[in-house]
């Protein structure tokens, strides 16, 4: 063990994933940093999977420097990583889904990131996605599903524009500064909603605090009953998704601002167009399509700041 290497603590929600979570938990194993701690909280799951994941981490124990499991009802991944997070010992946290794995040498990656860019306390990267048997389904997330201009998430100038307009978070490839948690950056996640993610990174992007690495750094696990390809479930997550859109408008200024609240106008037309489809088609469509053009518009003027005004 490389004892000048800072501690890093993978945080691990974990819900009715008996079948993913010891590849989750092998995928730490075996990313190549010798300095990991693993806090994982059950969240009231109804399958065996902290049973699982209890055998698992005791048989493989000496991999980590530490780890901490704990059973408990269900209170929501908010709530539950507010938990997470008071469990840790990392100076470095990242979070990992009970059904998601890392990328072989992620960790250090992003521990060399915010170790070299000492103005930022989080950085993010891209994932692979991957279906229920470990198949490899798309290799670049951003790229070629989300369809983002990675470029403009490299450059400081552009990357909360592209992010704004264009979300490009695929799973958990995500790390932070512990220090982030603290009242005087970001504090602990709004428990009042079901994503934290949103909420959190805007709140990080208005600080300028947020940066970015363009490599695969997780491999996101789509299966059929995702949250992100559940309409049913959209309904409940929309609203609380345009929620974080409307409380960190008066964080930006300028063309940023405008961009969040035409983003938070177009979710909240998608939202009542899932309610009452024929009534909000029409605007819904109107609304997509401007935000097609915006996003074409700032994406020319990104790339010109690429090419002639990003160091």
């Given at each position: 063990?490389?004892?000048?290497?800072?501690?890093?603590?993978?945080?691990?929600?974990c819900?009715?994933?008996?079948?993913?979570?010891?590849?989750?938990?092998?995928?730490?194993?075996?990313?190549?940093?010798?300095?990991?701690?693993?806090?994982?909280?059950?969240?009231?799951?109804?399958d065996?999977s902290?049973?699982?994941?209890?055998?698992?981490?005791?048989?493989n124990?000496?991999?980590?420097?530490?780890?901490?499991?704990?059973?408990?009802?269900?209170?929501?991944?908010?709530?539950?990583?507010?938990?997470?997070i008071?469990?840790?010992?990392?100076?470095y946290?990242?979070?990992?889904?009970?059904?998601?794995?890392?990328?072989?040498?992620?960790?250090?990656?992003?521990?060399?990131?915010?170790e070299?860019?000492?103005?930022k306390l989080?950085?993010?990267?891209?994932?692979?996605?991957?279906?229920?048997?470990?198949?490899?389904?798309?290799?670049?997330?951003?790229?070629?599903?989300?369809?983002?201009?990675?470029?403009?998430?490299?450059?400081?100038?552009?990357?909360?524009?592209?992010?704004?307009?264009?979300?490009?978070?695929?799973?958990?490839?995500?790390?932070?500064d512990?220090?982030?948690?603290n009242?005087?950056?970001?504090?602990?996640?709004?428990?009042s909603?079901?994503?934290?993610?949103r909420?959190?990174?805007?709140?990080?992007?208005?600080?300028?605090?947020l940066?970015y690495?363009?490599?695969?750094?997780?491999?996101?696990?789509?299966?059929?009953?995702?949250?992100?390809r559940?309409?049913?479930?959209k309904?409940?997550?929309?609203?609380?998704?345009?929620?974080?859109?409307?409380n960190?408008?008066?964080?930006?200024?300028?063309?940023?601002?405008?961009?969040?609240?035409?983003?938070y106008?177009?979710?909240?037309?998608?939202?009542?167009?899932?309610?009452?489809?024929?009534?909000?088609?029409?605007p819904?469509?109107?609304?997509?399509?401007?935000?097609?053009?915006?996003?074409?518009?700032?994406?020319?003027?990104?790339?010109?700041?690429?090419?002639?005004?990003?160091?």
């Amino acid at each position: 063990m490389n004892n000048s290497l800072p501690l890093v603590s993978v945080m691990i929600p974990c819900y009715n994933h008996e079948n993913y979570i010891i590849d989750s938990l092998e995928s730490i194993k075996n990313n190549g940093y010798s300095k990991i701690e693993i806090v994982l909280i059950d969240d009231g799951s109804h399958d065996n999977s902290y049973e699982v994941a209890k055998d698992w981490l005791e048989k493989n124990n000496n991999y980590f420097c530490n780890y901490i499991i704990r059973k408990q009802e269900n209170i929501g991944v908010c709530s539950t990583m507010n938990r997470l997070i008071q469990l840790v010992n990392g100076k470095y946290l990242t979070g990992l889904a009970s059904d998601d794995k890392l990328i072989k040498g992620s960790i250090k990656k992003r521990v060399d990131y915010l170790e070299n860019h000492k103005d930022k306390l989080v950085v993010f990267g891209d994932a692979r996605s991957i279906d229920e048997n470990n198949n490899v389904l798309c290799e670049e997330y951003q790229k070629n599903i989300i369809k983002a201009n990675k470029k403009a998430l490299v450059c400081d100038k552009t990357r909360n524009s592209e992010l704004i307009l264009r979300w490009s978070v695929p799973g958990p490839v995500l790390m932070m500064d512990k220090r982030v948690y603290n009242k005087e950056y970001i504090g602990l996640y709004d428990e009042s909603l079901i994503g934290e993610d949103r909420d959190f990174f805007l709140k990080c992007m208005a600080k300028n605090i947020l940066g970015y690495i363009p490599d695969q750094v997780a491999e996101y696990r789509e299966v059929q009953n995702s949250l992100s390809r559940d309409k049913t479930k959209k309904k409940d997550v929309a609203p609380y998704w345009m929620q974080s859109d409307k409380n960190n408008l008066n964080n930006f200024q300028g063309s940023e601002r405008f961009f969040l609240y035409l983003n938070y106008i177009h979710q909240l037309y998608s939202v009542k167009r899932l309610h009452y489809p024929v009534l909000f088609f029409i605007p819904h469509k109107f609304l997509t399509l401007s935000l097609k053009i915006v996003y074409k518009l700032v994406n020319f003027r990104n790339n010109l700041i690429i090419k002639y005004g990003c160091k």
